[in-house]
């Protein structure tokens, strides 16, 4: 196996792992995560919670596995623009109240591109 090759599967497992991660830890935390409101002040639907969380879970380990990662990549770029939409609105805040969401806004503009690349390569 060639180098470029072993790198693509680290980092796509390595890229997967968060998501797989975070799905296990969004379903650990659903009764607080079904609470919580999104940056426009209402609660999401306990149904799509559950869809984005299995989204992460399934889709991440699509991604990590190696199984359908085209299919997983787009499926997490489906998730994370709603999902930075509804909580990391940067446009809503002003001062020292948006700099987490700059940073959380970036890190899923970053993440969407790193799921392009596995499209890509997929």
Do not use: D
Not at 2 to 27: D, P, Y
Not at 64 to 72: L, S
Not at 93 to 117: D, S
Request: proline residues 4%.
């Amino acid at each position: 196996m060639t180098l470029t090759a072993t790198l693509i599967i680290v980092g796509r497992f390595l890229l997967g792992a968060m998501f797989i991660i975070a799905g296990i830890r969004n379903f650990l935390r659903l009764e607080e995560r079904f609470a919580m409101k999104t940056n426009y002040g209402f609660v999401l639907p306990r149904p799509a919670i559950v869809l984005g969380f299995a989204v992460q879970l399934l889709a991440g380990a699509s991604v990590a596995f190696g199984i359908w990662p085209f299919w997983g990549a787009l499926a997490l770029i489906a998730f994370l623009i709603p999902a930075t939409a509804f909580y990391h609105n940067l446009l809503m805040f002003r001062g020292k109240e948006q700099e987490p969401h700059i940073y959380f806004f970036t890190v899923n503009a970053a993440l969407c591109g790193a799921f392009l690349l596995v499209i890509a390569l997929s």
